[in-house]
Structures are given as structure tokens and as C-alpha cells.
């Protein structure tokens, strides 16, 4: 059975009409061992989608991020969730604590999604 997965322009009116579009979401992963702590790119897209998904209450949405994120108070980095029509919305990443391996995190998704290439 296929889902029909929203456009992020519907994710983007989803949060606005709720008032949770992820202002204040926060997620907390251990990060890798290394040097400086860091979360994997791969990782922090897939928490990023989970959390997302679990706000929204709609099918866990297709996120990039470019980065790993380093496990420092302040880092921020951006994130992309890409809706199957092509349209894109910017999701913007930003640790907020850093305890041992464990990042805790915010991120909140722009308000305005951009159309898809044509």
C-alpha cells in the first residue's frame, strides 16, 4: 500500500495551522566517539525526520544534512526536507547542550517552503 507523502509546502502549512511546526522541538542523541563528540550527517538527518514525523503525526519526510554536527553549544548547521514533488524546506539545526556523548538539540523547519526545480 502506498502513502501519499505531503509536499513541503503542506509540511509548512501542517505546522503554521498547528503553531508546533518545531519551534522549541529538541531531540538528544549520543554522538560518536572521537576527538570532538560529532553526530554523524546521516544521523542527524534520520533523528531530525523521526522527531519530525512523531510532531506532525505524518509519514517520517526525506531529510539531507550536509554536515555532522559538532558536539558544541551554539553549532548550527542546515538540514533540507525534499517532498516528493521536488519542493524543499530548510530545517535549521542547533545544539543547545552537550553532556558527555549525548548533543541535545532544536531545530525548526522554515516557514516558507521553496517550489520544485522545474
Known amino acids: 500500500m502506498t502513502t501519499a507523502r505531503p509536499s513541503a509546502t503542506a509540511w509548512s502549512l501542517t505546522a503554521v495551522a498547528a503553531g508546533v511546526l518545531l519551534v522549541g522541538c529538541s531531540a538528544s542523541v549520543h554522538a ?11 544521523k542527524l538527518a534520520n533523528t531530525v525526520a523521526e522527531r519530525l514525523a512523531a510532531t506532525t503525526g505524518q509519514p517520517k519526510p526525506d531529510i539531507a544534512c550536509p554536515e555532522d554536527l559538532d558536539a558544541k553549544v551554539g553549532t548550527t548547521t542546515r538540514c533540507k526536507l525534499t517532498a516528493k514533488d521536488g519542493s524543499t524546506l530548510g530545517v535549521t539545526v542547533k545544539v543547545t547542550s552537550v553532556k558527555g556523548s549525548r548533543i541535545n538539540f532544536d531545530f525548526k523547519a522554515d516557514d516558507k517552503a521553496s517550489p520544485a526545480p522545474n
Not at 560518536?32 to 546521516?42: L, Q, V, W
Open 32 to 42: 560518536e566517539k572521537a576527538t570532538t563528540p560529532k553526530m554523524s550527517k546521516d
